[in-house]
């Protein structure tokens, strides 16, 4: 009878692990081919659609859905798909946010943002003399918060359909027979490999001898391994047993400070998003410790009763309102916000009219600001983070940011597992008060403390019109995040544009300090004349931001964009 039982027992484990695994998308002749694939950068779908920084990504989020999963799937399993394809930014090694609104108008905040390790503290990256050692807040373990990641996939699970096991397949079956590199990976892998191999400290699949070329097959065993280890034993795959003993592994090889403890004890929080009125749209953005929705809020409702239509699209009279808005609050963002969990953010107040009019009641159309008339802060943070919107078919709505911070993070890869870890920890201010050598300033909000979460400028946005879903969008871009959001729904709102265009038009950044506008290339010459004309100091940089979007059209096809400005894919169905 207990042979019986046994053999009973047996089965059914086999056809319960075999049926939650059987999900095989990926490969030759499968809905998804690693290693023939294009990207596209526009879409108009029917049903449902991913728009994210990689074509897999984009595609399996997409065959999910057509499979029987909801946005919430598809973030899961795109999420998942992104740390094995983009290694710059997607992870299991970083953290990040995710919005979502329900069919049935429920909001959802996941923060699954990093956070200091229990040894870590306030002078960790102070030398002797009191200097800050820049060096081991962007590089090498010491770097490294504690990874959020997988804790909020999980936290994400609960408003899913299909099993875990299923979403992370695509992942793992990529990891483990490759995807083809495109020109820009293959450049952006050669460009970092010097790093990697110096911040690691044993060999991975990022570093070899000879150089990455497009069309080179990029394999990750040791990533399957993680993946599958995440599939078979849930949230403690990753922050318990042979996965953390790996992370505690290296970081004692490197001298960096997460413990199996820190681990064990992280957990995704849940954030009520903020919610705010712009010209008849509710716009809905993350809550601190992200600072974007506070920014967002900010800069929307300070510009929202000037006609900026008929200014005109990009006008002298159009951005510079728009810089004076952006210098403002940015001004704010050191001072006021932090983990609200640590320090009291003043939320209502900046995003109240009363405290926003106020603000700008020393703009002056015919003159250029100074920023040192303005009080506050700002902390430099790095450029490598990634977003993905969806949309599915009964109108549920997910954006999320991820991020670890730099392009591939702190660049160790922790030996044995396969993945980067991230050097958020650079995202607190290093040395509260103080300008570091970036000249940016970190304020007593934002110190380093543990179990803190470092401020965030990360900015999934949605918007509802009468009351319906209408806008999906994020950005990766550090500080540039939410200039570059508020400018699409600038784009959008103001000045009539599809959610392509929108995205593709040229971006202007201002931040406070340093006083000066950022502009991308194509901005228009003869705005950039005029402002300096009087008084702005304009200074041209590469891309600002990789911004992908969904709108739902009046016909309730949804409209999805990719960013020109990378590999970035839209699919759907
Ligand atoms: N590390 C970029 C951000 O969180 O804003």
Redesign the pocket.
Known sequence: MRKILLIVGLFSLIAHVHGQTNFSIIGPGKEVNPFLYAVQKRGEFKQAAVSSAHPLASMVGAVVMKKGGNAFDAAIAAQLVLAVVYPNAGNIGGGGFLLGRKANGELIGIDY?EAAPEKANRDMYLDNNGNAQLNLSQNGHLASGIPGTVAGLFATLVHAKLPFAQLIQPAIDIAEMGYVLTEKEAASLNGVKEAIAKSSTQSNVFVKSTKWKVGDTLVQKELASTLKRIQQEGQKGFYEGRTAELIVAEMQRGNGIVSLNDLKNYQAKMRTPLSFNYKGHQVISFAPP?S?GILLAQMLKMTERYPLNKYGFQTKKSVQLMIEAERRAYADRAAFMGDPDFFKVPVKTLMSDAYLTKRMSDYDSEKAGVSADIKAGVIK?????THLSIVDAQGNMVAVTT?L?NSYGCRTVVGGAGFLLNN?MD?FSVKPGVPNMYGAIGGEANAIQPGKR?????TPTLVLKENKPFLVIGTPG??T?PTSVYQAIVNIIDFNMSVGDAIDKPKFHHQWLPDEVMIENDFDADTKEQLQKMGYKLTARGSIGRTDGIILLPNKRRDAAADKRGDDSVAGF
């Open positions: 943002r992200s974007g943070e790095s450029e490598e983070t991020t911070n958020e995202d470092m401020l965030s400028s990360m550090g500080t995040i």
